[in-house]
């Protein structure tokens, strides 16, 4: 974590297309580091060993994603951002990830339900990509779609173990969906922002994506013996840099050390 | 994230790697080749970055003693990727090579399917089974069974999806009792 993370810049054309296109690639890049940071919480506290590590290896996935996106937005950007900048040196209302993945941990299967819904949509996300104008984002695309794919297996597994396990196992999985499933709606809501992902051909059929996410995430909820939540009309406002009270607590903790002892060398 | 810090000195020693002083370099590309064959990977010391597949290209221009080398990282997030470019630095300039470049690059993204033979081999010594050879496949990845490295038993079970690096995870051997990692297809 020395040198930036996407030195691959260099060799590549970054013309951005549209006044969007860094605002775009900062909402993947902060999806992928609060999650991380919320994962990352759960190390020495797992419920067995096995989970432990299985949840610090996913958030360290996540952050590698979110190097590569800063280093990519910064370098769209052109005013000499890193990653770092992006990461210890922005306020909350800067941030631009969905409410969702900044919602506090509860218990595992609701960190588990959770990280399963962002990661399966991130799956979606990442397969637009590969018909992206932007290559140097096609190619984060290419390389993040792996690693999520197991992502998504292991937790959803969790899911339909949780989900179909225990009676206590089963009530507290359906109180989580009850309680997150409204905040999924922020993902597909295409606002300014997204529409111009669209339409630039950063993220072609961005639209189309809402459709297969509940078609799969209803697939595994329901082997999971768990019942969906009917839609509401709640929109969560992060991307908006409208954040829930749960944000500032995450970005005091993860920015205190930059913060502190700014310019600080290991 | 980033310090800009380079790592300790003895980060290879403390990671079991031996520190060795290369042979010069004869300016051809075939002695950066010889030279990259020769650096292991920090966390599985047993195998060499190119027989990793890490190293994708090596360029020389033997008039200036410069040369250029292509890294691509194999997780995106591996902690181990800025370790190996400065592993790479530290023997090709200390082999004699006066102007470098080490690109790090990941488009096409790693696969574990580009381990040569050679690698495959130092993993199973190593006691880590090499990854199943179908990685564009993940259920059918998934499904696969991995062998034994000790007993070469197939009746072996998953433990932990996830190890101790990005890149395995821990199983079990039911014929011999042993647990093993394994390296997974990606």
Partial sequence: MNTPAATHESTIDLKPLGPQHAAWVLRLADGSLVLSQRLSEWCGHGPVLEEDIAFTNIALDLLGQARLLYSHAGALEGQGRDEDAFAYWRDESEFRNPTLVELPNGDFGQSVLRAWAYVSWQCLVWGTLAKSRDTALAAIGAKSVKESRYHQEHLGNWVVRLGDGTEESHRRMQTALDYLWPYTSELFHLDAVETAAMDTGLAPGLDRIAEIWTANTNATLHSATLTVPAPTPFLATGRQGRHSEAMGYLLSEMQALARAHPGARW | ?186
């Fill in chain 2, 1 to 186: 994230m980033s310090t800009g810090a380079p790592l300790p000195q003895d980060f290879f020693a403390a990671f079991g790697a031996i520190e060795q002083v290369p042979a010069p370099w004869d300016g051809s590309e075939e002695g950066l080749w010889t030279l990259l064959q020769a650096i292991p990977d920090p966390e599985i010391p047993a195998v060499s970055l190119v027989d990793l597949g890490i190293v994708r290209e090596a360029h020389s221009e033997p008039a200036t003693r410069s040369a250029a080398v292509v890294i691509t990282p194999t997780y995106a997030g591996c902690p181990a990727t800025e370790a190996i470019r400065q592993e790479i630095v530290r023997v090709l300039k200390a082999a004699g090579v006066a102007d470098l470049r080490v690109e790090l690059r990941i488009a096409p993204a790693w696969t574990t399917d580009w381990i040569t033979a050679a690698g495959r081999e130092a993993l199973q010594r190593f006691g880590i089974t090499p990854p199943c050879t179908i990685a564009g496949n993940l259920p059918r990845a998934l499904q696969f069974r991995p062998a034994c490295p000790r007993c070469g038993s197939h009746r072996t079970e998953q433990i932990s999806a996830f190890g101790a690096t990005p890149c395995k995870a821990l199983h079990r051997c039911q014929h011999c009792r042993e647990p093993f990692d394994y390296f997974k297809p990606l």
